[in-house]
Every structure is written in C-alpha cells, then in structure tokens.
C-alpha cells in the first residue's frame, strides 16, 4: 500500500526566507502528484500538479518538483509572505488519492 | 468555471441519530466524485468514489454509504452515527480517473455527540 510522508510536521519560518517542504512516498508507481494548501476548517486548495512524466512546475512564486524513481517531491516557496501561513498537503494518484498528513507552516511577520 | 458545493458547513448530532451530506458539482459533466474524511491529526481517508450515476466504490468497511443519485450530486448518508464518525467531511471532483487535477469543496464539519 502507498504510504506518503510529509517532514516536517510543523514549520514557522520568518516573512521573505525561502523554504523547502518534502513529500516522500514508498511506490514510485504513481501518475501524477499534487500539492495542496488548507487553511484551518476550509477544504483543500490545489497549488501545482505534477505529471508523472514531468520534473517540475512553477506557479508564482512556488516551484514543484518531482523525483518519481526515488520517491520524493519538494515543494518551493520564495520570499514567503505572511498569507503563505497553512497547511500543506501532497497527494500521489495511482488508482485513486493517497495524502500526506501536512506541514503546518507558520511565517512569521 | 466549475463549483464544487457542500452542505450543510457544520453539524452536531446525537449517536445513533441518521446523517446525509450532500456535494453538487457546477460547470462540468459527467465528474469522477470523492467523498473524503479528514480526521484531527490524521491526513485524509478516502470514503467513497463515484465514476458515474449509480456507480459507487467504497474504500474503507464503515456504517457510512454513498450516492449518486444524478450527474453532479453526491450524498454521503449513515442509518446510525458513531462517536468515531466525526471529522471533517471533503467532497471533491476530477474530470477523469487518472492524470487530472482533483478539486474540493469547503467541507462540513460533524461532530458526533
């Protein structure tokens, strides 16, 4: 069964660093992956999806990227602002969804 | 552009007692459709997929069951809630099984007393 692993858990970062979020999954097998924002008690709001035959997506000032033969995705946030404060979530499809449990981000003013 | 819709936003309710959510899709035809749980501290369990009218799969053995009664409407129901039913219930849409997008609704937040 498809396990997917989110590290770290928790993040709090100051306004404008950069980060890196990691998504690890245990079957390379997978045809797409897909980050995901949530904020508290909202549903999920979709940010990049990665084919499985790509490497990377961009969208503002987040970059995806996709590693499928060791099993890993990061996702990039660049001069992190405040309103990037939420959780984030991966998701690799074979037959259906298999989700991380999230990095809570915290950017501190 | 599409909508994904969910109802009721929050609801308490007693053990024992019948439940029926309901998650209407806009702007898209014939829609794959999600029901997901999402419990605290835990990621997302998926429930129940529907590929078309009638046609559900379930996931994971529960006392919970799904419908698709049109197109774009899914109902996630149960005969007799739990305590362990609470949690916070996603819907969500893909226009195709494989190598699409998914997309979610606000959620309902059910609290079972």
């Known amino acids: 069964k498809q396990e997917v692993t989110q590290i770290p858990a928790a993040l709090s970062v100051p306004e404008g660093e950069n980060l890196v979020l990691n998504c690890s999954f245990t079957d390379s097998a997978i045809y797409n992956l897909q980050w995901f924002r949530q904020d508290p008690g909202k549903g999920l709001t979709s940010l990049l999806l990665i084919q499985s035959s790509q490497r990377e997506q961009t969208s503002g000032r987040l970059n995806a990227s996709l590693d499928k033969s060791s099993g890993r995705s990061t996702l990039y946030i660049a001069a992190s602002q405040p309103g990037d404060s939420a959780t984030y979530l991966c998701?690799?499809?074979?037959?259906?969804?298999?989700f991380g449990t999230g990095t809570s981000l915290t950017v501190i003013p | 552009s599409q909508t994904i819709h969910q109802w009721p936003a929050t609801l308490v309710q007693p053990v024992g007692s019948p439940l029926s959510l309901e998650c209407t899709v806009e702007g898209t035809s014939n829609p794959n459709l999600y029901w997901y749980r999402q419990a605290a501290g835990r990621g997302l369990q998926l429930l129940f997929y529907s590929v078309g009218i009638g046609q559900i799969s379930s996931e994971v053995p529960q006392n919970l069951s799904a419908s698709r009664p049109q197109d774009r409407q899914f109902i996630l129901s149960s005969k007799k809630l739990l305590l362990s039913d609470s949690g916070f219930y996603l819907c969500a849409w893909s226009a195709g099984p494989v190598g699409y997008e998914q997309y979610f609704g606000p959620g309902t937040r059910l609290t079972v007393t």
């Open positions: 998701a690799v499809r074979r037959n259906q969804f298999y």
